[in-house]
């Protein structure tokens, strides 16, 4: 899926490939789930499913002054970034989001491939298989 | 400088300003939130349990008077030369602050981190009821007993051995007097099997 990316072409960005889907949400026992954290979110995936990214943005944002050492919002967060083409506060979140991630190897896991697409749209080839690498250690 | 100790090495510029809006609310202009990993969390980790030491043990800890040990609070005093400034700086799970105290023209406050900075710190902290701080423990870190007196390995026959976290591969690799060849060995043995039931099954 990672398309071949041209070494030499430092002034282009690369549109990165199709961006992964948003994982379903994880039974509330795996964590401190409430309903505004939940309905934030909900309303930040319907936003950018329309489009109004920024609009997004906010509700994460505000999700995350609820708890913010939740990694799925994080990962939400890294997301959207991506989607709004800012590569770099892609990697950085998503890495954020790891940070938080304690034992779910999966979240890590797609953290580590959130950060791959952010490489390689940075016509960074080398770093994006390493993180690639980095999301198949994931297990 | 202290946030990015604080988030783990995620500098987070601070923002006064989130978003400027229309009197009914349409936002005009949006300020995002934006993180740049400055440092990995190796480093951040072993700064952040040294500061939890000056509070449970150093120079910071009459701040048992405002907050209980189990909030973890890291914290740092400071005392300018000539007792010019005091200064506390202190996070704790979810609130970091710094307190500064001294002249406006540069002259000797005569207060020191401790006594003058450190009690408005720990009032205004204890007012917010902050959660306590709970650090992850990176990949990069193991955990290995030292001999405090001498300051190598030690193992269950030295008296005060303490366990200190350490960046993977840096700490001494030679044996404090009261330990044993064997008994080092057994202590490394058994900090691999910790690190590796933690990683099985939760950290």
Redesign the interface.
């Known amino acids: 899926m990672l398309a071949a990316a041209a070494a030499g072409c430092a002034t282009v960005v690369r549109p990165p490939g199709p961006f992964p889907e948003p994982a379903p949400l994880p039974e509330p026992a795996a964590r401190t789930e409430n309903l505004a954290i939940a309905g934030l979110l909900d309303g930040a995936r319907a936003d950018a499913a329309a489009g109004r990214l920024?609009n997004a943005?906010?509700s994460l944002?505000r999700a995350?002054r609820i708890e913010?050492r939740n990694p799925r919002l994080w990962q939400e967060?890294a997301r959207l970034r991506l989607k709004q083409g800012d590569y770099?506060?892609a990697e950085?979140?998503a890495?954020?989001s790891n940070?938080?991630a304690?034992?779910d190897n999966a979240l890590r896991a797609e953290n580590w491939r959130l950060i791959a697409h952010a490489r390689e749209a940075r016509g960074d080839a080398e770093g994006a298989r390493a993180a690639l690498d980095a999301a198949e250690r994931q297990r | 400088m202290y946030q990015t100790i604080a988030s783990?090495?995620?500098r987070t510029p601070l923002r006064a300003i989130?978003?400027v809006t229309t009197q009914d609310g349409r936002?005009l202009r949006?300020y995002?939130?934006?993180?740049?990993?400055a440092f990995p969390?190796e480093p951040m980790y072993l700064i952040t349990t040294a500061m939890q030491g000056v509070v449970r043990e150093g120079t910071a800890q009459s701040l048992k008077n405002w907050l209980p040990p189990e909030a973890a609070v890291a914290g740092k005093t400071g005392t300018t030369t000539e007792q010019r400034d005091a200064w506390f700086a202190g996070f704790t799970g979810?609130h970091l602050g710094i307190v500064w105290i001294g002249y406006d023209d540069n002259r000797a406050a005569r207060l020191s981190g401790a006594g003058a900075a450190l009690p408005v710190w720990g009032e205004m902290m204890a007012a917010l009821a902050p959660e306590p701080l709970a650090l992850?423990k990176p990949d990069g870190i193991e955990n290995v007993l030292i001999d405090p007196s001498s300051g190598l390995r030690a193992d269950f026959a030295c008296s005060d051995a303490l366990e200190l976290p350490f960046a993977q591969g840096s700490a001494p690799a030679e044996r404090a007097p009261c330990a044993s060849a064997l008994g080092v060995a057994v202590e490394g043995v058994k900090q691999q099997a910790k690190s590796w039931m933690q990683?099985l099954?939760?950290?």
């Open positions: 920024a943005a906010a944002e995350l913010p967060l770099a506060q950085s979140t890495a954020r940070s938080w304690g034992t | 783990g090495g995620f989130r978003e936002p949006r995002a939130l934006a993180v740049e990993q969390p979810d992850p990683r099954f939760g950290r």
